[in-house]
């Protein structure tokens, strides 16, 4: 039987592990084979929380975080292997998105930043590695980000059908897809998990707000809440992408100084709102009415889910799963198909959504040779 056997590694903005997928692409619709998450060791995280913000020697600690990354993602592809039950030799690639440590595209010299060493993950693994998915697409003047939606297009469009795909990770972002292949669109619509997470891993220790029970133990601030819609980000048009840069517990706590008085459920709950009205504004104006498809871990957030199902009565709300892939795993499913593009010399960005004069080939291949 034919197969295309390709890994998809992904290490997300939300920094909660790496999820590893094992892919086989012989057929028009990918077939999930195996799939693991390994937990990041809290002495990386750590590191890599530190690295996310300005501050000193972060050349050097850079450098070794890049490699350790590296020896972590290849730990995660050897576990995923060993699980499946395919033989290594038969594995075409892995496609790895890496560990996003800035993302600034809109500077004069846009750039954009991942570390997970491509080649500690291939003498690791055996298997060649395909990585550095980004920086081609800001070589040709666009965002960078987000890639998924040529993935969104190829698997979810259905021709006449509006749809939206909505990943949600630490940071938000969209796909339109309008039923017509020329008019799809794709952006951030700012933050996702990331603050949440971040408010109940300071307040309570606790790595997330399992199916946002403490969200839902609060009531939102209304001043608080249109105080944060007031970024000027959400009032940008797209093509645009954004990150930890922007979205952070630094830039939180100064937002928060005039708002001290309240209680920290209740933040909570005012932060969980933040991100479903700033999704829901966004998929309004891109059509008032259509399907909704989640996937990413906000998806498994119950009260979150439901809190943006209220904002978007013209949408029929729904995770990714009833069109056959599972929402925990289509990010790490789409750069597994990053690969296989960029294998085949395929082009796999879309210039209407990131900003770039041209589609390209994506990434560099790194031989475990």
Same mark, same amino acid.
């Given at each position: ?53 300005? @501050?000193? %020697?972060? =050349?050097?600690?850079?450098? +070794?975080? &890049?490699?350790?990354? !590296? ?5 995660? /592809? ?47 693994? @055996?298997? %060649?590695? =395909?990585?550095?998915?980004? +920086?081609? &697409?800001?070589?040709? !003047? ?5 890639? /998924? ?62 199916? !946002? ?157």
């Amino acid at each position: 039987m034919k197969t295309a056997y390709y890994i998809g590694l992904m290490s997300g903005t939300s920094m909660d592990g790496v999820d590893a997928v094992l892919v086989d692409f012989a057929d028009t619709q990918p077939r999930l084979i195996a799939s693991h998450s390994e937990m990041i060791p809290a002495h990386l995280l750590k590191g890599l929380q530190r690295l996310c913000q300005p @501050g000193s %020697d972060e =050349i050097n600690r850079l450098g +070794r975080l &890049d490699r350790s990354v !590296g020896q972590l993602f290849g730990t995660t /592809v050897n576990r995923l292997i060993e699980m499946s039950g395919v033989a290594r030799e038969d594995i075409i690639a892995i496609g790895s998105h890496g560990q996003t440590v800035r993302h600034m595209p809109n500077l004069e010299m846009g750039f954009t930043l991942q570390i997970g060493d491509p080649n500690t993950i291939s003498v690791e693994t @055996g298997i %060649d590695v =395909i990585a550095d998915f980004r +920086r081609k &697409d800001i070589a040709l !003047g666009g965002q960078g980000a987000p890639l /998924v939606p040529a993935f969104h297009q190829q698997i979810f469009a259905a021709a006449g059908r509006q749809r939206v795909i909505l990943n949600i990770g630490g940071i938000a972002n969209v796909t339109y897809l309008p039923g017509d292949s020329d008019q799809v669109l794709g952006f951030d619509t700012g933050p996702g998990n990331t603050l949440i997470d971040g408010w109940i891993q300071q307040v309570k220790n606790e790595p997330f707000d399992f199916d !946002g029970q403490w969200a839902e133990s609060g009531k939102t601030d209304d001043g608080l809440l249109q105080h944060l819609l007031s970024h000027p980000y959400f009032a940008l048009d797209y093509p645009k992408s954004t990150g930890r840069e922007l979205f952070n517990q630094a830039w939180l706590e100064q937002q928060m100084a005039p708002y001290a008085n309240l209680d920290e459920e209740d933040i909570q709950s005012t932060l969980l709102d933040l991100t479903c009205h700033s999704i829901a504004n966004d998929i309004n104006k891109l059509s008032p009415q259509g399907e909704l498809f989640v996937c990413g871990g906000g998806a498994l957030n119950k009260t979150l889910m439901q809190r943006l199902t209220a904002l978007l009565p013209g949408y029929q709300v729904q995770t990714t799963s009833v069109l056959g892939i599972d929402a925990k795993w289509v990010e790490a499913i789409a750069f597994a198909w990053l690969a296989m593009r960029h294998h085949l010399g395929l082009p796999a960005n879309l210039p209407a959504v990131t900003g770039a004069s041209r589609p390209a080939v994506l990434g560099g291949r790194f031989s475990a040779k």
